[in-house]
């Protein structure tokens, strides 16, 4: 088993859509996540921490589940400019920093 | 403002050959990592330093050595360079390397696409 696994993709919707992702992990030592975008040919950018308790940030809602160990990308009213690959990443926490990283999801958002 | 720039943006190399990539990071962090992308967009750590300290080393060959001269610069040198090295590499940075989702929060450069022929 992938120690961070996220739903395969792609995901073709329409704009407006409401579209979620979700991306499991394996070490019940996790510590932080994040959830990146990687666009075409482009470094990957923090969209979010997900907290415990749950984050928003405009269209966006992140959660955190641990005892069943995912967490999950919401995207509300989707826009064109949302197409892109969506990477889950999970800190084990006391291993220098490093971010597993889940293989993404390619989200396309079509008119 | 650039918060984490690498050179060269495009790395085209024949086998055996040895290549550098420099990576900075403007941000103040202490903290420093290369990752490697293949081509099925797998994002994978290799290093990281803390403060020029390495910290990780993820079982990569010894072909590649890591260097940190300040706290700010990370440069990743590769030996004797192979097909199956080709590949985008990142450079990041945090603020630092314990647990805490701020401090994990990494900031990723624009890539080094490294082609071997």
């Known amino acids: 088993r992938k120690e961070v696994e996220q739903d395969p993709g792609p995901f073709n919707v329409p704009e407006g859509a409401t579209v979620a992702f979700n991306c499991t992990y394996s070490n019940s030592a996790s510590q932080s996540f994040f959830w990146y975008r990687q666009d075409c040919r482009k470094e990957p950018k923090l969209l979010m921490s997900?907290?415990?308790s749950g984050n928003e940030d405009g269209r966006f809602t992140a959660q955190l589940n641990r005892a069943s160990q995912y967490i999950s990308l919401l995207i509300r009213d989707s826009k064109l400019s949302d197409s892109a690959t969506y990477l889950c990443a999970v800190n084990i926490g006391n291993q220098g920093g490093k971010l597993i990283f889940g293989q993404g999801t390619e989200l396309s958002v079509k008119p | 403002d650039t918060a984490v720039s690498q050179t060269p943006k495009y790395l085209v190399t024949q086998m055996g050959n040895d290549k550098s990539i420099k990576c900075e990071q403007n941000l103040g962090h202490d903290t420093m990592y290369w990752y490697k992308q293949d081509s099925k967009k797998f994002l994978k750590i290799m290093f990281s330093?803390?403060?020029?300290?390495?910290?990780i080393n993820e079982t990569v060959p010894n072909r590649f050595s890591p260097k940190s001269p300040d706290k700010a610069h990370l440069n990743l040198h590769i030996n004797s360079l192979e097909l199956g090295d080709s590949a985008v590499y990142f450079c990041?940075?945090?603020?630092?390397?314990?647990?805490?989702?701020?401090?994990?929060?990494?900031?990723f450069g624009p890539g080094t696409r490294l082609t071997v022929l």
């Open positions: 330093y803390n403060n020029k300290e390495l910290i």
């Open positions: 990041a940075s945090s603020q630092g390397w314990t647990s805490g989702s701020i401090y994990n929060e990494q900031f």
């Open positions: 997900v907290y415990s």
